[in-house]
């Protein structure tokens, strides 16, 4: 025995020194495209990242210095290190495909300290992230990300706009909606006196492209990047310090807004895995139009049953400004008014109806405090009557002050969801809201609809529950901006911000107009680009609660194109990337049970292209298409349908400038 024990002893001894001498570590994808090398020595630890013979970015340091001076990542010591690939198959509720693939190699690294470092390389990606193991709880005073690349690479840098009324530069950025187009520069001539928030994209050799984003960001800051002063062509991160003091105030007194913030950015329990931070590498654009990192790298599902939950279309009335015609009443925030939608959203078969901000008592910031033309039992019973679910619009502060009888009062009379706005943050307390509502919001039966709200991180997955976010410059912005080209913006997102998860855009205009005739208009607003366009978005977008942003007149007015977009899913059975370019053109393929859709846009340019349909594997040729017209460059309203026969897999796809098309098989 002790002969026995001896031996185990000197084996653990050598196991702990090649441990602590190894200084170098490699981790390969699956298919080995990708290459992690971590080096744990110097000062502190560090990371690169190639793709194949791709450079993505050179040694960048990772570290998390604490309140108690304890900085995890620097001088590390590796006690111990596990190596574990995985390759299966996660169950997707609500997504655009029902099964993910999930396969990829995974590097723990333990280190003197209390600490772990995981690694995982996919074979479209890569993603690290802290693990704790302390007893008590800690506070996180900041972590270093950083991304140092190689040259000086062109950025998509969607810049904050600030909207805070204190602090100074870098404190009021903490405050916005995260809404903006891209600025495409090089990473030398990006600001480093504004904040970029995630998701962004790098354009890398050989036609690469790495974006940059989190994942499973719970009880903790969401992360923004800026310019690395320090190192040329280096990016690092900041997060939101912990909010100290707030007020009420901002947008109709539905917001808090942080007067002091903490010298820390996070409290946490001393136990715990941190979000992730990750970057999806594509080889050729198209690629990144169908990409799962975030759903996969978020905690499963919390909630047991999610038979009640139900996706689908809304009608909506606060773009169209409530806007109908051939009525005997004055339209408005008014029964009237909604049970006109209901009646609409019943006979086109759309799930809900959404009542918008006006319904409760402007100011007030309280969701029982309803304007006298409103009676929300009436329009709830009349709507169940129609087979059409209500759900409510809901300011910050109206409805995180009373979280708990607000969901179960409205979830009691049979109201459907919330769709929670004007948020405009992501400290650790912001963060922490969003899981609150989801989880009260669940108990409840509520769906939720999340606006003002920072990229998706995994929350669908996690509380399937929430269907939808902005964080998109979505076509509101039309009512308003003259100067706008949201047409590039729409061939950009699909690449960049849709990498985040599902986003409410509110397509469906059915006034469109050229580059030329558009004008910013608030009450009867037009999109820009073409009929089909609006039409094809419904594919192009991820998009489980999908508004119908115009009138049941306009609507009514166009039923063929009406009938279209209240018969198309809004989750589907799987999704193929067809082609793409960031910035010029897009071409998606869904499938809904044994029926595809296949939906494509371009930028302002008139563009044909040959689609190859061979990956889809269809039973059949014959298609309905709707396509522009050939006066679409003139009349953005052109446009025809036709049943048309595909050969050879080969659709021959014309869009006129700002156009689209849809095929279904």
């Known amino acids: 025995m002790k002969v026995k024990s001896l031996i185990i002893c000197t084996l653990l001894i050598l196991i702990s020194n090649i441990a602590n001498s190894q200084k170098t570590y490699n981790l390969e994808s699956p298919q080995k495209k990708i290459n992690i090398k971590i080096t744990a020595y110097n000062d502190f630890l560090k990371y690169s990242v190639t793709h194949e013979n791709t450079v993505i970015i050179n040694d960048s340091p990772i570290s998390m210095e604490l309140s108690d001076g304890k900085i995890l990542g620097a001088a590390p010591i590796v006690k111990s290190f596990k190596n574990e690939s995985v390759n299966e198959k996660i169950k997707a509720e609500f997504y655009k495909k029902e099964y993910i693939d999930n396969s990829y190699n995974e590097l723990t690294l333990n280190f003197k300290g209390n600490y772990s470092i995981q690694f995982r390389a996919y074979d479209d990606g890569v993603a690290y992230r802290f693990c704790t193991k302390f007893q008590k709880p800690i506070t996180v005073v900041k972590e270093d990300i950083t991304y140092n ?322 964080g998109v410059y979505g076509l509101e912005n039309v009512k308003w901006n003259q100067n706008l080209d949201l047409v590039t913006y729409e061939t950009t997102i699909p690449f960049i911000r849709m990498l985040a998860g599902p986003m409410d855009f509110t397509q469906g205009a059915m006034r469109n107009a050229n580059r030329d005739n558009y004008r910013a208009v608030w009450s009867e607003p037009m999109s820009q680009g073409t009929r089909c366009r609006q039409l094809a978005e419904y594919v ?49 393929a869904r499938r809904s049970g044994d029926r595809w859709y296949i939906g494509g846009i371009t930028n302002w340019e008139e563009r044909e292209i040959e689609v190859d349909l061979s990956k889809l594997n269809l039973k059949h040729n014959q298609a309905t298409e709707f396509r522009d017209g050939v006066n679409a460059n003139k009349i953005a309203e052109d446009y025809s349908k036709n049943n048309i026969k595909v050969d050879n897999n080969i659709y021959n796809a014309k869009m006129g400038k700002g156009g689209g098309f849809v095929l279904i098989f």
């Open 149 to 470: 690349f190689d040259d000086d690479y062109t950025s998509y840098i969607p810049y904050v706009n600030p909207g805070n009324f204190y602090g100074d530069n870098i404190s009021k950025q903490f405050f916005n909606s995260f809404e903006n187009t891209y600025t495409i520069t090089p990473i030398s001539k990006i600001e480093d006196d504004k904040l970029a928030f995630l998701p962004i994209l790098i354009s890398l050799n050989d036609n690469k492209k790495a974006v940059i984003t989190e994942a499973n960001l719970e009880d903790y800051p969401g992360t923004y990047l800026r310019k690395n002063k320090n190192t040329k062509n280096s990016l690092s991160g900041i997060h939101a310090n912990y909010p100290k003091i707030e007020e009420q105030g901002g947008y109709n007194m539905l917001q808090y807004l942080v007067k002091e913030r903490e010298n820390y950015i996070a409290k946490v329990q001393g136990t715990r895995d941190f979000p992730w931070r990750c970057m999806i590498i594509s080889e050729e654009d198209e690629e990144l139009t169908n990409n799962d990192m975030v759903y996969k790298l978020a905690a499963p599902s919390r909630i047991d049953d999610i038979s009640w939950i139900v996706p689908g279309k809304v009608a909506w009335e606060w773009w169209n400004a409530w806007n109908i015609k051939n009525v005997d009443f004055e339209s408005g925030i008014n029964n009237e008014t909604y049970k006109h939608y209901i009646d609409f959203a019943s006979e086109y078969g759309i799930e809900y109806v959404i009542l918008d901000e006006g319904w409760a008592v402007n100011k007030k910031a309280d969701l029982f405090n309803v304007i006298p033309e409103i009676d929300i039992i009436d329009l709830v019973e009349y709507a169940d009557s129609k087979g059409v679910g209500i759900v409510l619009w809901a300011g910050h502060v109206a409805i995180d002050r009373d979280m708990e009888e607000v969901c179960k009062y409205y979830s009691e009379i049979g109201i459907k969801g919330f769709k929670v706005d004007f948020i405009d943050r992501d400290d650790q307390k912001t963060v922490n809201f969003y899981y609150k509502m989801a989880e009260t919001a669940a108990k409840y039966h509520l769906i939720i609809d999340f606006h003002g709200a920072y990229k998706p991180t995994g929350l669908n997955r996690t509380y399937p529950n929430v269907l939808n976010f902005e």
């Open 540 to 588: 192009i977008f991820e998009s489980p609660f999908n508004m119908l942003c115009d009138s049941p007149s306009n609507y009514k007015d166009e039923d063929e194109c009406s009938k279209y977009i209240a018969e198309i899913p809004t989750i589907w059975d799987e999704t193929i990337a067809l082609d793409g370019k960031v910035g010029e053109y897009v071409i998606i």
